[in-house]
């Protein structure tokens, strides 16, 4: 038995209630306060006062995205295209040069030949949905095109034919992945990761191999593309160990708000286009048919209010198993019409509260009318509908503090405005978003709460997150994370 004392523990119960100790045996807590002995404990973790949470998950990510993002070079702080241009000129040692993270600031192929003639040049959108590429990139793929910006399908194709990395090479991101995010205090995540890689069965091994030595409770969906390697790897859906969950298909319904593909009820302000379906209709429709038919659930992705109306129709006409749950990831913007579909349904829905910090108010500029619900978290709630926290990482920085502040707060990066005071969540609610409620889709024990028979996955922090205030909540106050009973994490003084 191991004790962890000392301590002020957020069961997350009850808004008020703390304990002061706790004691786990084989991964599992067994004993709170009174009921503990500690002449019993083979092991003490004096917790010295802080703050004790359940483990901190991220419901929406990639991981191998993340790790992949944390060893390429980065143009995401890039605002002008001399600061973008001078930051390439530092990585030019390579014939091709691939950038992530480029914030759309109006670059074409033009500006890139004339200054880089010798390297292919390849810059990933922000958004993960588009791609910049010069002409020796383009032939290189043998693409065509005026601009060389590419969008969704058409950047997936060039996307695909990348060389591939090796196992080695995604073993290494994954580990990457993990580390940062013990330090950022999360102990587990949903991520989508098993179709962009090197194929399902081997990207499979990969994070069967890794989570051996990096413990993380692992939850992958299936990217449609995989179902059949899925299928045929004769692998059953859910609990493959206490690390790894195999989880709902990831499809996309339609676009991103920036690349101005998700698909709005009233057209974009500048063109008489309302965003697309990006599978194509019949084809999401029948991915979805054959997702039921081997008795799968689904995640997914919808930004535009339109897709979101469109996407809960399609669910309600073709709904999961009994007692299965599927989920929906993003849902920013909702109509009046469409939140009685979402009320009383088998779903979840994946929140990133960091996208209305970044987005706004920039998304405005792009409606011609606002949508009549705007990051609606708190309406979601107030009708039980489950919203689970995330940062759909590398798209966002994974630190839950941040989600959780962006969440209580609602106060953009940009213009450092409040928008929709009243969608704030409480404190007790936005930590509930990355602690109980990002739990709502797990499959392996008893998670999210601090309570007997629940796992031992904790989030020490020197913060108290109930009674924080706003600017508290930057910095690192990560003390300790533990998966499991092992410590992964420890804050060096
Ligand atoms: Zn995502």
Known sequence: MRCYINGIIHPMTEESLVYHSIATNQGVIVHIDD?????????????????????????????????????????????????????????????????????????????????????MILLRHNDFHGLTLNQKALDHFNVSDETGILKELKAQHVLDLIPKHSKEELSEMLKKALEKLYHYGITGGHSDDLFYYNGFDETYSVFEDVLKTHPFRTHLLMHHEVIDDFIKSKKSWGVQNPYLELGGVKMFYDGTMSSQTALMKDPYLKSSHHGEVVMGKDFFENTLIK???????????????????????????????????????????LMKKTLPKLIDKPLTIDIQPPFLASDLPRAYTLFSKKPEYEFPWKTYLDHQIIISGSSDAPVEDPNPLIGIKDAIFRRSREDMHVYQKEESLSSFEAIKLYST???????????????????????????DLMHAHEHAFNGNHVVMTIIDDVIVYTRKL
């Open 291 to 333: 997702t039921r038919s081997h008795g799968l659930t689904a995640a997914i992705h919808v930004i535009g209010d339109q897709g979101l109306d469109d996407v809960c129709e399609l669910l309600l006409k073709h709904p999961p198993r009994q007692g299965f749950k599927d989920r929906i990831i993003h849902a920013p913007w």
């Open 35 to 119: 009921h503990i002995d500690l002449k019993q404990c083979e092991s003490i973790v004096d917790l010295k006062g802080n703050h004790l949470y359940p483990g901190f998950v991220d419901a929406h990510l990639h991981l191998l995205g993340y790790g992949e993002h944390l060893s390429t070079l980065n143009v995401s702080s890039c605002h002008t295209k001399e600061a973008l241009f001078e930051l390439l000129d530092q990585h030019l040692n390579k014939p091709f040069v691939f950038a992530q993270g480029y914030i759309d600031i109006g670059i074409t192929k033009h500006d890139l030949d004339k200054r880089y003639k010798d390297q």
């Open 437 to 463: 409620y990002a739990h709502a889709q797990s499959i392996y024990g008893k998670k999210g709460y601090i309570k007997e028979g629940y796992v031992a996955d904790f989030t020490v922090l020197d913060l």
